[in-house]
């Protein structure tokens, strides 16, 4: 339906640079027998030039446990059963995106975007990272309503072209909502969903739900705060964010979360 009432439209030629870091902390068994704790501290930045975004992502980690994955930076490297503490840079993820459709309607904004996402192996430790390439397709669609509320969903596919033997890798399905709610003052409160049908060695799937609120507290300067309960055995028992991002030139649609 969305596609169907959108039509192509000439994007705005000004580029836009946008800078975000994004500390995360999370803690749960995460499907194992010990309990993990992680901080993560995502370093991005982002250009858009017309339909074409281009950005990258890197995260320092900390990490205590046995769990091999972490919300919003995916499965790591095995530590063994006995957990351990390690810390240090993880993945670098590079995003290339580019807006199949957009359009203004009288309550805002309204696009399609599609790109594609790749994870490098440039972790620091090896129980850091994922240890070889993975690759990404995503898909992005958002589109302003009445009353100030704005909607947002990605969904993702993730493959490895040349998995290593004996890993049990697989594939899988990944998604990403938000509803948001614009408020006087530059105030922004949302709801939001994530989740992924399994991880790649194990067939169960991680759901969390999260709230967020977020605020312009200078010129396009926005910091935000996010709290996610995982509702799966997979997932973290909870976990909580800031975001704090700089554009220097306004521009919507992004296949980053």
């Given at each position: 339906m969305l596609i169907a009432t959108l039509l192509p439209a000439p994007a705005p030629a000004a580029?836009?640079?946008?800078?975000?870091?994004?500390?995360?902390y999370a803690g749960g068994r995460n499907g194992a027998e010990g309990r993990t704790n992680a901080l993560s501290i995502?370093?991005?930045?982002?250009?858009?030039l017309d339909r074409f975004t281009l950005s990258a992502r890197i995260p320092?980690?900390?990490?205590?446990?046995?769990g091999g994955y972490v919300p919003r930076i995916g499965t790591l490297g095995s530590s063994g059963t006995d957990g351990g503490?390690?810390?240090?840079?993880?993945?670098?993820?590079?995003t290339g995106a580019y807006t199949l459709l957009e359009r203004e309607?009288?309550?805002?904004p309204a696009f399609l975007e599609i790109g594609l996402q790749t994870r490098l192996p440039t972790a620091t430790d090896a129980r850091l990272g994922a240890t070889q390439w993975e690759h990404m397709l995503l898909l992005d669609a958002g589109m302003a309503l009445p009353?100030?509320?704005?909607?947002?969903?990605?969904i993702g596919r993730r493959f490895v072209p040349f998995p290593r033997r004996g890993w049990g890798e697989r594939d899988y399905w990944t998604g990403y909502g938000t509803i948001s709610l614009d408020l006087p003052e530059g105030w922004r409160l949302g709801l939001a969903a994530?989740?992924?049908?399994?991880?790649?060695?194990?067939?169960?799937?991680?759901?969390?739900?999260?709230a967020f609120m977020?605020?312009?507290?200078?010129?396009?300067?926005?910091?935000?705060?996010?709290?996610?309960?995982g509702l799966t055995r997979e997932s973290a028992a909870f976990s909580l964010g800031l975001r704090l991002s700089y554009r220097f030139r306004r521009r919507h649609g992004s296949v980053e979360e």
């Open positions: 580029a836009e640079l946008t800078m975000t870091v994004a500390p995360e995502p370093v991005g930045a982002s250009l858009g320092w980690l900390a990490v205590s446990g046995p503490a390690r810390s240090g840079l993880g993945d670098l993820r590079l309607t009288p309550d805002g009353g100030g509320v704005s909607i947002d969903a990605t994530s989740g992924q049908d399994r991880l790649p060695d194990v067939a169960t799937p991680v759901i969390e739900v999260g977020e605020r312009e507290i200078a010129p396009d300067v926005t910091l935000g705060l996010i709290g996610w309960q």
